[in-house]
């Protein structure tokens, strides 16, 4: 293992305002919320914190590495000089911080150092991001990318990010090698982009298929009719909207859905009917003469059976 000094220097749980008890599903919460208030690219946003918060995350956000930080953190070295029991029940003097190679050690202290006393590779920790998407850009796909804190460097790095089209609020995207860097040449973590999709005036979205509602009249809903519908695409389908049709009732349209890899929606219409509030005489007239005519009415229970 590798020890950093400023271990002994620094209380990354209270960084994150969490106890050294928190699960590691309470310190990745944490840091979430603290890197989005504090990141370099949010309104208000403070580097140097959000560096301080990284740095933290990067150690106790990773099981093995935070299982080795506590280690070290109870053993205690101080630069004044000082006891620490070992894992092994024996005693160890730190007299000076500075002439002690710690990655040697305390690789010998937990067992974990490798033969000629080299340090352990350690894999670098899995990162998360967001992105912000338009509804269109999760539909038909696009490539752009996220800002990461490079411990390494002291500074922001961007990383590409290719969208599958199809991708869902919400759905995670993992880009192997892209999260933390790997210490003692171990290998670099994972990078986790989580999306978030913005909603769209006109579509909805239920997995592959795509949603949408087409208004309809009184006179169409009883009679039948052919309307013309928008797809996500800009043009127009053609739906036979048979008579007798209640509002609410749901039209499938294959294949003008979502179009992925992994296979190709439908388009979902839902038929509302809408009553118009404003008539004109001769309409009024005529509705007027067909409640003179009608004697069904859907609250009569024998009618409706």
């Known amino acids: 293992m590798t020890v950093q000094r400023e271990w002994f220097e620094k209380d990354y749980y209270a960084v994150l305002g969490v106890p050294s008890s928190a699960s590691e599903k309470d310190i990745t919460k944490a840091y979430r919320k603290l890197a989005r208030e504090h990141h370099p690219d949010a309104a208000g946003g403070d580097e140097e914190r959000f ?19 506590d280690e070290a953190r109870r053993l205690g070295p101080s630069r004044a000089g000082g006891f620490a029991s070992g894992a092994d029940g024996f005693n160890v003097r730190f007299d000076n911080l500075d002439d002690v190679d710690l990655s040697s050690m305390f690789g010998n202290l937990f067992g ?20 912000h998407l338009g509804f269109r850009e999760a539909v038909e796909g696009v490539e752009t990318s996220v800002s990461l804190w490079n411990e390494a460097q002291g500074s922001n790095r961007r990383v590409k990010v290719r969208v599958p089209a199809g991708v869902d609020d919400g ?11 790997g210490r003692n040449g171990g290998p670099n973590g994972d990078l986790l ?8 005036p006109d579509f909805g979205r239920k997995g592959l298929n795509l949603t949408t509602t087409a208004p309809i009249t009184f006179p169409e809903a009883v009679l039948g009719a052919e309307v013309k519908v ?22 499938r349209v294959k294949g003008r859905g979502v179009v992925a890899a992994k296979g190709t929606g439908d388009l979902l219409v ?27 009415a859907p609250r009569n229970e024998e009618a409706a059976i």
């Open 171 to 181: 759905q995670r995207i993992r880009l192997p090698g892209k999260g933390g860097v």
């Open 112 to 131: 974990r150092g490798r033969r000629g006393g080299g340090p352990v590779p350690i894999r670098g920790v899995d990162q998360e991001s967001r992105i």
């Open 193 to 200: 982009v989580v999306v978030e999709v913005a909603p769209d």
């Open 230 to 251: 928008p797809t996500f695409d800009g043009s127009t389908v053609t739906l036979k909207v048979p008579a007798g049709t209640t509002s609410g009732t749901r039209f």
């Open 270 to 296: 839902t038929v509302e009917i809408v009553v118009p509030k404003n008539l004109s005489p001769a309409e009024r007239s005529a509705i007027e003469a067909l409640a003179a005519v009608t004697d069904w």
């Open 51 to 69: 560096k301080a918060i990284s740095a933290a995350y990067d150690v106790i956000g990773n099981e093995d590495r935070r299982r080795e930080y």
